[in-house]
């Protein structure tokens, strides 16, 4: 596989739309010329993750991170910069040109690069075995279609089929090349103490298990033989990327109608998804019959605020899941509950009724969790006034743990007409219990909620370009001028075509007109004339590109051009000198009152070109000094004399500052 051509790179940026590449992974909403959501890197409730269509670029200001579609893949999926590209490229259908690349470019995959390719090739294989081959034909594909499946439905879960010799999979994946070590770490492969390999499954029907961008991620496996010794279901083990308690099952084909229903069905197994899923109801997932966690409910939440859990007729495992309501409500999530009749799941009934049916059902049916919880456990309480009085705590219990007061409220209420209490009683209970539970959380999450105090006190407001980006600190640090130097990389990088004005030259009094140029031009010559250079090593990248594409009378490369850059420091460092950080507050109502760097863009660039210099100035007799005073200079009389041309220039500079209106 060679490198992408540098013309498919610009026709991939051309085509894509960020606004619809972070809309598969994150929940947006309009916020003014910009969308808003919640962060998919940090836990949040309020949103700090923008994205401008207008610049085609992300900035989440809760982690810090920014940059293009590119990158944003980059960061969430952990895609390498060539496989987020071909991920757009699919997503786009733009055809790859590829350029020749030397062996030396073409080193092996990391370790979890590696993974991945190991788990699309198993995908393929079984895929391959269900439809090729006669045992996967008579035993798999039977299987899937006496479940009523579709080739088309089959087909849209990848579903597959392991063949039945033990060691199949594993030999065949050896003969074409794949390493014995990744066999092994992904769990495909089972290493006997003999050295024999072992596969993990065989004789099963495959269900992938996928990321939210569709990558496989690890496997389930249903036994077809009876065999009161083996699993019914086996899934892939715990790697370096699949952890089961982050995935959700059939969210990759969810999402995108998840986000327009607004609405998340969860179920509990992999059939119930597909069955679903086939009768049309299209927005529902599964947690692939492990508790819910947090995490997945995280997951869900970047998509929406709603879920609605269905479940069987099973009695005891319905209150075994009630947890999972609690979370669900903790982490701020709207939920609704509903009930399939005696008998069946949501497998069983998408498969007797049709789809308006099962809609009708699914509409009518779901009801929000008070009033079924308290008509479970209510059930088992019958006339016991403890036990009733059990009920009410343990739904006053889950009703403390949503964290909107006005949610509260209502359910409150609710509880208090359903349960036929005085709604003061309940209140007074209510207290107690929030209390209780917010010192529990207090206690358990001291350390995580300090940590996230101090990065969400400190996203800054517009004047605050001068903060250094988190994705670029190192050399932030290392440079002694790096607000200065900042202020110039940001007019070359915003402005470089806006034309400034400014004044005539003390010096020239005959040329009394105000003069005007372009900001960049205005930069690059102010820069060349005293030769100096940026001590940031990205800011002096940006400086060097744009300089030999100005000598060589090229168009300046934009913002958007450095935000696209394969360096992840370069994109971050553009992404974050493009944002308009005021988004996130009022600041006015703050009374923080800002420059509006646009509007005075002439004085703003002049005086930033000012003060750089001053600063390179300054620097430059303090070297001088610093040389004189540990006697490592020779002539002395030239050294005095160079740090007395320096302070005549700095103080001639300072006098043009003064004069900035």
Request: aromatic fraction near 8%; charged fraction near 30%.
């Amino acid at each position: 596989m060679g490198r992408i051509s540098q013309d498919t790179v610009n026709r991939i940026f051309e085509a894509v739309r960020i606004e619809e590449v972070v809309g598969e992974f994150v929940q947006l909403k309009k916020s003014g010329s910009s969308l808003k959501g919640l962060s998919p890197f940090t836990t949040e409730k309020t949103p700090s993750f923008y994205v401008s269509p207008a610049k085609q670029i992300f900035k989440d200001f809760s982690s810090g991170k920014g940059g293009t579609a590119v990158s944003f893949l980059m960061e969430h999926e952990h895609f390498t910069y060539p496989e987020a590209l071909r991920y757009l490229a699919r997503k786009y259908n733009i055809e790859i040109e590829e350029d020749e690349v030397s062996d030396e470019q073409m080193q092996a995959a990391s370790e979890r690069e590696s993974l991945y390719v190991v788990s699309e090739f198993a995908q393929n294989y079984f895929e391959e075995q269900l439809w090729e081959s006669e045992e996967g034909q008579n035993i798999g594909h039977s299987y899937f279609k006496e479940r009523g499946f579709t080739d088309e439905t089959m087909k849209a879960f990848h579903l597959g089929y392991a063949p039945s010799g033990r060691g199949k999979f594993s030999q065949d994946a050896l003969d074409k090349g794949y390493s014995e070590e990744f066999l092994v770490k992904s769990g495909l492969t089972i290493k006997r103490d003999s050295g024999d390999l072992m596969d993990r499954f065989w004789g099963r029907v495959i269900f992938p298990i996928h990321s939210l961008s569709g990558r496989t991620l690890g496997f389930g496996g249903r036994v077809l033989r009876n065999d009161k010794k083996t699993a019914k279901y086996l899934n892939s083990p715990e790697s370096e990327i699949y952890h089961k308690s982050k995935i959700l099952y059939g969210l990759y084909q969810a999402k995108g109608e998840i986000v327009k229903a607004d609405k998340c069905l969860l179920v509990e197994g992999y059939t119930d998804v597909i069955s679903l899923h086939q009768a049309g109801v299209k927005n529902v997932v599964s947690s692939s019959g492990t508790s819910l966690t947090v995490e997945q409910i995280r997951l869900i939440r970047r998509l929406t605020n709603n879920i609605t859990i269905l479940y069987d007729g099973d009695a005891a495992g319905i209150k075994a899941s009630f947890r999972g309501i609690d979370l669900i409500l903790e982490e701020g999530l709207n939920v609704r509950v509903l009930l399939f009749p005696d008998g069946e799941d949501p497998d069983s009934f998408a498969r007797k009724h049709p789809q308006h049916e099962l809609e009708d059902y699914l509409k009518e049916e779901e009801s929000d969790f008070i009033s079924f919880k308290a008509k479970l456990l209510m059930t088992d309480s019958k006339n016991d006034p403890i036990a009733k009085a059990n009920v009410i705590r343990d739904i006053v219990q889950s009703i403390a743990l949503i964290p909107d007061e006005i949610s509260r409220d209502v359910y409150l209420r609710t509880c208090s007409q359903i349960m036929d209490m005085e709604e003061k009683v309940l209140y007074a209970e209510l207290a107690q219990l929030r209390k209780k539970h917010l010192d529990e959380k207090n206690k358990r999450n001291k350390s995580e909620q300090r940590r996230m105090e101090v990065v969400r006190d400190n996203v800054p407001p517009p004047e605050a370009l001068e903060v250094a980006p988190d994705a670029f600190l190192s050399d932030a640090q290392d440079s002694l001028h790096y607000h200065q130097e900042e202020a110039l990389i940001w007019v070359l990088l915003n402005h470089p075509e806006d034309v400034i004005r400014f004044d005539a030259e003390p010096d020239n009094p005959e040329n009394k007109e105000k003069l005007e140029e372009p900001a960049a031009v205005f930069i690059l010559e102010e820069l060349a004339e005293d030769g100096f250079s940026f001590e940031n090593a990205v800011f002096q990248e940006v400086y060097s590109a744009i300089v030999k594409a100005y000598n060589n009378e090229e168009p300046l490369p934009s913002g958007q051009d450095f935000a696209r850059s394969e360096d992840q420091r370069m994109s971050s460092m553009a992404t974050d000198l493009m944002t308009e950080r005021y988004a996130l507050s009022d600041w006015k109502r703050k009374e923080v009152f800002v420059l509006d760097r646009i509007v005075h863009l002439s004085k703003f660039t002049i005086e930033a070109v000012l003060r750089f210099k001053v600063c390179k100035v300054e620097k430059m007799i303090q070297d001088i000094n610093d040389a004189m005073k540990e006697h490592k200079v020779e002539d002395v009389m030239g050294a005095l004399e160079r740090v007395a041309k320096l302070t005549r220039m700095r103080n001639k500079i300072n006098n043009r500052l003064n004069r900035v209106i």
